[in-house]
Each structure stands twice: as C-alpha cells, then as structure tokens.
C-alpha cells in the first residue's frame, strides 16, 4: 500500500460524510475519495430531503409517529418479495430503528436539521401513512463558511434562499397570497444576505454543505479528481482500493473497511440499455460521476446484484436549451392531464414520481407511450410555470420552432399538432377528464384522492386542488418523458450495510450506501426523501459497525 487508513469511502454524496463523522468520532482516521471535481453527489445536486420515520422533531409538533407505525406502512407499501433482496423485512425493521438514531448524531455534531412542516408521505392512504410526513431537511446554509471549499461543493439546482418546502409553493405566485408571501420574504432574505456578504443556498447543496464543513472541522480526509479503479481483495476479503494520485496508481489501505457510496448508473446508456430499457442518460438529474464504475466493480468480485431495473424516475419535460426540467409539480395542478400517444389517458398524473415512470415504461410496452404528452389550455398558462418559465409569461418562439411547445385553438387541432393519427380520441379523453373536474373526481385513476395529490395541486382551486377543466383555448402540449434523479438497484447489503456475495456470504471489509445499493425501499418511494434518508442511514450503520460499535450511538 502507498498509504493506509482506517476506513476509506468511494464517492462524497449522501451517507460518506455522515460515515465520516462517526468514525472520527470513534478515533478512526477517514478518507473520501470522489472522481469528479466537485463534491456532493448527486445529493448536493438534489432536494435535499430524508425520510426519516418518528423522528425528533415529530412529536414537538405535534405530529404522532412510531416504530409500528412505520413498520405498517412500509409493509403495506414496500411488503415482502422475493426480486426485492434490499427490501427484506429484516432490512426495513433496521432501517426504521437507525435513521432516527442518524438524524440525532448528526443534531449533535451540530447539524443544523428541521422537519418540513407539511409534505405527506406519497402513499398517505395507506396503513401507517402519516399526512404530515416524515421529512427532515437542512437550514439554508451560508457556503461561504467553506472558505476554499466552497468552489468545491456541486451547485444546486434550486437556487433561491428559500427553504425546499417553501420552494414547491412559490410557483402559485400568480393564484396564492401565501406564495406571494413567501416570494417577498425570500427577496428580503436574498437582498440582506447580499448586504452581510452571505452565499445562502437551500437542499442538498445546504446539506452537503453543512456535512462537508463538520466533516472538514473533525479532520475527514476528502480528495475531488481520485477516481477509484479497483478494489482490492487479500484472502477473500477487501483490503483497500487503487485510486488515482498525482496522475498515477495509488493504492490505498483500508484497516476497518471500505464504504462504497459511488451512486448509481444513470449516465451510463450501455447500462440503462441493458437494465432499463427506453430511457435515455440525457433525460437524468443525477450528477455526471453517476456512470456505474463501482457497479462493475462489485459484479467482477461476485457482489450480489439485484434491483438493477429500477430508478427514481422523475418526470421530465425537455426545454431547448435548457436540460431536463422536472414536471411533477406542473402535471399535477389543475387545466392540465396527460396521454399516450394515440391521445388516450392512461394514468394519475400526481403521486409518487417513481410509479409515474413506472407507468409510462409499463404503458409503452403495449401502446406508445415514450414521450407521452401533457396537454394544457390557457387557464393553465395563465396560473402555472411550464418548463421554468413564468406563469401568464409569452413563451420564447424557440420553444414553438423546434416543437417543443405545440399549440392548437381547438383540441383537434392540437392533436394533429402532436402527429396524433385520430384527434377524436384526445377530444374524447378532454371531455371525460373534464367531466371528473366539474365533479371534482376522477372516476378513473383518483387524482386528488390523496393528500399528496392534493399538495402537489393548486389549494386555492375549488372544488378540486387536483382537478381543473382544460376548455379554454388556445390549447398546449409538451412532451413527457420517464427521467430519474438516479438508478434504484445495485449490490445487495445485509442490516450493517455489509456486501454480499451471489451465495448470501459478507465480503469482509466491504460495505455499501447510497444508490449503488439495492434499496430498502425495493420497487417503491414511499415518500420525499427515500434515497438520500437510506443513503445517510446506511453510511452511519456501516461506519457504527467498522468502529465496533454495536447500536451504541457513537457519542462517546
């Protein structure tokens, strides 16, 4: 070995630092090491949010949870099956007991966390669904506090000084008082912070920064541009791995075990061909360093592997220009729905992004359904945001050029637009879904049955907050596509976070967090923050477990 630690991490997003903490805490000497210039993952590029059942700051407000209570909802969510290895029974009971725990450690190496107070569980109907939710985020974060790491932390992609729960409301600016509210306050926060020389940035660049910083404070060792090449096995076990120093191979020595927390595949297309098939690596949120490198890894060392054709699909809509824009929020407020592409609906447009995707890939197996389209009137353009741009704003001629935006005056009209073969049958769709909205039920699919549904729409629209009539022309329609924020299989880990092999056997000094995990969560997100919460949860019970620490909590 050119130089050993106690324990090394591959990648810096959600859950390494966390891990970092603990050992540091425990007297072990850490490194991270990440392949890309900037650290943060993917987590620091994302909301920010963890799912954390009966957590700390429940109870104070008010808010009823419990081990049991979580436990029923993710058997009634998640349940027992036998393609879910990651999900097993024994894994989701660990699961519920830790993170709380690891949300307690990291409030007392001064973390500075808070609940959001309202976002519901995505399956809030079902048994142990907690309306409230179960979220827990970071306070803003002043990145100047970083000094010379602040060039360092991946930028975010919410970029207001708001806190994320309040950045999902502002764009009813145009329809809600609350909104507009909340849009003046965080002018007047972005306006003093200038003045006082501050950088606040909100979600995962809020998180991450503030784990980088205590991080960096305990003496966690983090090396950007040191890609892993290889893991590196003595009699069976993992012994530390072959990096990248000063341009050439640097193996590093692991004395208590290596964590591997390098993210998904979802930039790899040869990957996604083979596992996921009908999804592009351009329609990603993940970070770029999201390419697979420790998936191959693990398969050439005889990792167990499971999960693999699964992501956290997230609905995107493809602005020129611009990248993939996420479209929940849009989709599901009212004057809008979504069709195949013979002009059927097919689906609840609100809910769970993942089963969204989910749906898509599943539809187009029989009928063509990537892209799908999302069709809009005037009402809509006039309350909501579309691709980023401003409600009621004129929309760039760029968008209409190259057919990004279509338009029609009538729905038939928007249909041949959209190269749809027969306009009847999305004036058919129009009408039925337009006849649930003037009941304020969707007979077909339940759109706004759920609390969710009901968050993700417009409050101040009655009688449904899900639910508007598209009638008014002009019409509008966008592309849809089944996008992801990352991958959703991986290596499969037992209940300390430790590999296995195809045989169910450990590989000794081998552990794994993150998206390059089967998930906990199996086939289903149960709510906001249901990889970044296990990302965390496993990375601390991984590090609690090379430090010997049993379930103490590692405050000693």
């Given at each position: ?18 891990a ?15 392949k ?32 049991e ?12 099956h ?6 097993t ?33 995505y ?18 974060f ?28 502002l ?30 940035v ?16 305990v ?6 541009e ?18 990248v ?32 098939p009908?999804?592009?690596a351009?329609?990603?949120?993940a ?22 054709d699964?992501?956290?699909?997230n ?10 824009a ?18 059927e ?56 050029d190259?057919?990004?935006l279509?338009?029609?005056?009538t ?14 049958k ?63 299989g ?16 450990i590989?000794?000094?081998l ?32 590090a ?13």
């Open positions: 070995m050119d130089e050993t630690f106690d324990f090394v991490v591959v990648g810096s997003g959600g859950g390494s630092m966390a970092g903490l603990v050992l540091r805490k425990a007297g072990k000497s850490v490194l991270i090491l990440e890309e210039a900037l650290v943060g993952g993917s987590t620091a590029k994302a909301g920010g949010v963890m799912w954390i059942p009966n957590n700390r700051f429940m109870a104070p407000a008010g808010v009823a949870d419990s081990h209570k979580a436990t029923t909802y993710l058997d009634a969510v998640v349940g027992d036998d393609d879910t290895p990651g999900a029974r024994e894994r989701r009971d660990a699961y519920i007991r830790e993170a709380p725990a690891m949300v307690d450690f990291l409030v007392s190496q001064g973390i500075k966390l808070r609940r959001s107070p309202y976002w519901p569980d399956y809030d109907d079902r048994a142990g669904g907690s309306e409230p939710g179960r979220t827990v985020v970071a306070e803003l002043d990145i100047n506090e970083l000094g010379p790491w602040k060039d360092r932390l991946r930028p975010n992609m919410f970029t207001m000084p708001a806190l994320i729960y309040d950045a999902t409301q764009p009813l600016v145009k329809v809600s008082w609350r909104a507009k509210w909340l849009g003046f306050q965080v002018v007047v926060r972005g306006a003093l912070a200038k003045l006082t020389g501050k950088h606040l909100t979600a995962g660049a809020a998180l991450q920064g503030r784990m980088l910083q205590q991080a960096l404070k003496g966690v060792e983090l090396r950007p040191s890609p892993v090449k290889e893991l590196i096995l003595e009699d069976g076990a993992v012994a530390g791995v072959v990096t120093k000063d341009g050439r191979e640097w193996r590093v020595g692991a004395r208590s075990g290596v964590l591997l927390n390098a993210g998904g595949f979802a930039w790899n297309q040869e990957m996604l061909d083979k596992y996921i009908n999804v592009r351009e329609w990603t949120h970070a770029p360093g999201d390419t697979g490198d420790m998936h191959k890894e693990l398969m050439r060392i005889g990792a167990a592997m499971a999960q693999m699964e992501m956290v699909g609905q995107m809509t493809l602005p020129p220009n611009q990248g993939p996420g479209v929940q929020m849009e989709l599901s407020k009212p004057h809008a729905f979504m069709v195949d592409q013979t002009g609906r097919y689906m609840n447009e609100g809910g769970s992004y993942m089963e969204f995707c989910q749906r898509i890939l599943a539809r187009n197996e029989t009928v063509p359904a990537v892209p799908s389209w999302m069709i809009m009137d005037s009402q809509f353009i006039a309350n909501y945001m579309i691709g980023g741009s401003m409600p009621g704003s004129e929309k760039p001629k760029l968008w209409f190259q057919g990004y279509r338009k029609g005056d729905i038939e009209a928007l249909a041949k637009a959209c190269g749809m073969k027969d306009p009847t999305l004036k058919a769709a129009t009408e039925r879904f337009n006849g649930f909205a003037r009941k304020g039920r969707d007979e077909d699919f339940h759109r706004g049955d759920r609390a969710y549904d009901r968050w993700l729409g417009d409050p101040t629209h009655k009688p449904s907050a899900a639910l508007g009539t598209v009638e008014k022309g002009p019409f509008y329609a966008v592309q849809v596509v089944p996008g992801n924020v990352g991958t959703y991986g290596v499969v880990t037992d209940t300390h976070a430790r590999v296995l092999r195809e045989d169910g056997s590989i000794p000094g552990y794994a967090t993150g998206t390059t995990t089967a998930s906990v969560m199996g086939r289903t997100y149960p709510g906001a923050g249901c990889s970044i919460g296990p990302s965390f949860t496993w990375g601390f019970v991984a609690k477990h090379a430090a010997n620490l049993g379930n103490q909590p590692p405050v000693a």
